[in-house]
């Protein structure tokens, strides 16, 4: 099956900084998400994005579905950035998502 | 609107015991999935329903059992209950059967503890 590989695993940051997460995956997809998962255990959607640029006020992100990877930015970081933000990819023809790794992600005031 | 909800938030069973979570899609979402998130790692899918049939199934065992009904919303059961089974428990929906335009939507996830 696909594998989806995300980095770093870990980022600490001073509130203000900014970020790029990045996923690797393994074969063409049809679809690619990438969520915030809060302390709560809920799975936020940040983007639907599996090629091409979208920005969502200080979150952006960016697929190069032919080079198989994706970059989410995180700017101006918040402590309520916060959490673990995981990309999601499907390729199977039915509505699998794989996930990667995931990032854990500590922004301090 | 709602987004999609899921009963219990937690709960507490016993090794051999049956549980069933519950699921409601977000309205007008025909497509649920259930997933499985054991602490320290991602989800993992265990099944996809539209429109009542089983569309895709993860590498789980028979004790995992699902069904969806006529107003969409789902249920997942689980059997013979183990103590690996402990996990975070989700579910999403989706509008349809697509792949190509869909996004995925979870919702906050049944925390299932097996003593």
Known sequence: GIQ???SPPDLILQEGANSTLRCNFSDSVNNLQWFHQNPWG???NLFYIPSGTKQNGRLSATTVATERYSLL?????QTTDSGVYFCAVENTGFQKLVFGTGTRLLVSP | DAGVTQSPTHLIKTRGQQV???????????????????LGQGPQFIFQYYEKEERGR??????FSARQFPNYSSELNVNALLLGDSALYLCASSPDNAVAGNTIYFGEGSWLTVV
């Open chain 1, 73 to 77: 930015y995180i700017s101006s970081s």
């Open chain 1, 4 to 6: 989806v590989e995300q």
């Open chain 2, 58 to 63: 993860g590498n789980f065992p028979d004790r």
């Open chain 2, 20 to 38: 069933t979570l519950r699921c409601s899609p977000i309205s007008g979402h025909k497509s649920v999935s259930w997933y499985q998130q054991v």
């Open chain 1, 42 to 44: 809920q799975l936020i």
